[in-house]
Structure formats: C-alpha cells, structure tokens
C-alpha cells in the first residue's frame, strides 16, 4: 500500500553582496536570514547589525539574497558554489589553514559526559526534518552552564552550524555559546567555523578528521566525537566532566 514519504529540501541559494553575486550555497529554504548572517561571519568576518534588512527573491528552487553593501568583503566576477563551506578554498597550504583559525579561550563547560548525551537525545527529538526524512543535518549552541541555546537544522551540516550562529549572531548571545554540537562527523570546516566564533568545544556522535583534530590541538579547541551515554573520544584538552 502507498505511504507519503518526505524529502529532505534542498535549494540554490545566492548570496549578492556589493551588487555581485559573492557565493552559492545548496541549502534547505529555511532560517535564511540565519543562514546568511552566519555564513557572512565564520567565512567572511562580517558581522552584520541585527537590524540589517535583505532582499529576499524566491523562484522555485532558486533563492537570491541581496546583503546590500558591505565594504570589507571583495566579490569575485564567478561567484563560487560552496558545497562544504569549508573556506579551505582560499587556503593553497596546510598550514594556512591551521593559521586561519585563532586561538580559543580555554572556557569550561558545567556538565557531564550522560548530561550531554541526554541533551543529544532531546535535540534529535526536536529535529522534525531529520525524523520525517532521514536526510537532514542539525545542529546546537550550549552556553557554559550546559544550557541548549538554539538547535537549527539543514540539508548541510556545515549550514546548520551556519544557522545556529546567525541565530546567535542576530539575538547577541553568541558571546555565550561555549560549545557545537553537531549529528555529523567532524571536519576541519567545522572546527574553522566554531573556533571563528570563539567556540571553544565541539561534540559529535560521529567520527573527527585528521585536519580537524590537528585545528583543534593548534587552536586549543576540545572535540568529543563518538558520543555515547558513558564513553567517547576526545581530542584536546578535556573540558567537560567525566
């Protein structure tokens, strides 16, 4: 007998700054001012005023931002389609790429290892995309007392942590956002990202990269992967309890 099934969203969104189209990005049609406001500030620097205004066109699959002006940012003639928004793109050695992440405060959190694993099991319950399709991204922002701030989600996980900063960014808390978390594996675009913010722990229940444990360790950035109720692998210093 036939069932309705969902499929994840996905669409073409691209951002025009300057009157130039500066980039693409493959993203699900949701959130975008988040997701514009948070790409602009861990691939670009830019923090925009939570009042700024954006013109938004939807056709079909097919969504232009226009950002308005900003002077610091150079748009290029072709305009890039991300699809890891790494910003490793720009970054022709290893080693600048480890040089384009800063140092991070060592900040620790309030919580235990269950604690965490029992807020994953809260954030996957309020993760509506990823249990009606399967093939959705998410993730959440904890301030240092092991509080879940914001929990987004995305076609992408890389614009999911996009999304939860700009949700940040737009109502002034991301000063206290402490630690990522993250239901997918751990990449270097990742780590870029938190450590961009000043976010000092990232969790995953997924695996951790190479790059990305060699950010961490340079950027005094703590990553817990392969989470679980009373076990998992750390990378850095430990800032959670045990």
Request: charged share 30%; proline share 0%.
């Given at each position: 007998m036939p069932v309705q099934e969902y499929i994840a969203d996905e669409s073409l969104i691209t951002i025009v700054v300057n009157d130039a189209e500066l980039t693409q990005l493959l993203a699900s049609n949701d959130s975008l001012s988040d997701l514009v406001i948070g790409h602009l500030a861990t691939e670009?620097?830019?923090?925009?005023?939570?009042?700024?205004?954006?013109?938004?066109?939807?056709e079909s699959k097919h969504v232009t931002i226009d950002v308005g002006n900003i002077a610091s940012i150079q748009t290029k003639d072709i305009p890039r389609l991300v699809t890891t928004s790494c910003g490793g793109c720009n970054s022709p050695t290893v080693e600048g790429l480890m040089s384009s992440i800063p140092i991070v405060d060592d900040?620790?959190?309030d919580i235990t290892i269950e604690d965490i694993h029992a807020i994953?099991?809260?954030h996957f319950e309020k993760s509506d995309g990823f249990s009606k399709t399967g093939g959705m991204h998410s993730a959440s922002l904890l301030d240092k007392n092991g509080q879940l701030m914001v929990m987004?989600?995305?076609?992408g996980r890389h614009n999911a942590v996009d999304k939860v900063v700009g949700y940040a960014l737009l109502q002034e808390q991301i000063d206290q956002a402490v630690a990522l978390l993250v239901s997918g594996r751990i990449g270097w675009d990742i780590v870029a990202k938190a450590g961009r913010m000043g976010i000092g722990t990232i969790v995953g229940l997924g695996a951790c990269s190479t790059l990305a444990a060699d950010a961490a360790r340079s950027s005094n950035i703590s990553i817990i992967s392969f989470?679980?109720?009373e076990s998992a692998v750390v990378i850095g210093s430990l800032k959670i309890q045990m």
């Open positions: 670009y620097g830019v923090r925009l005023e939570s009042n700024s205004a954006f013109v938004v066109e939807h900040e620790k959190l994953y099991q809260s987004k989600e995305d076609i989470l679980k109720n």
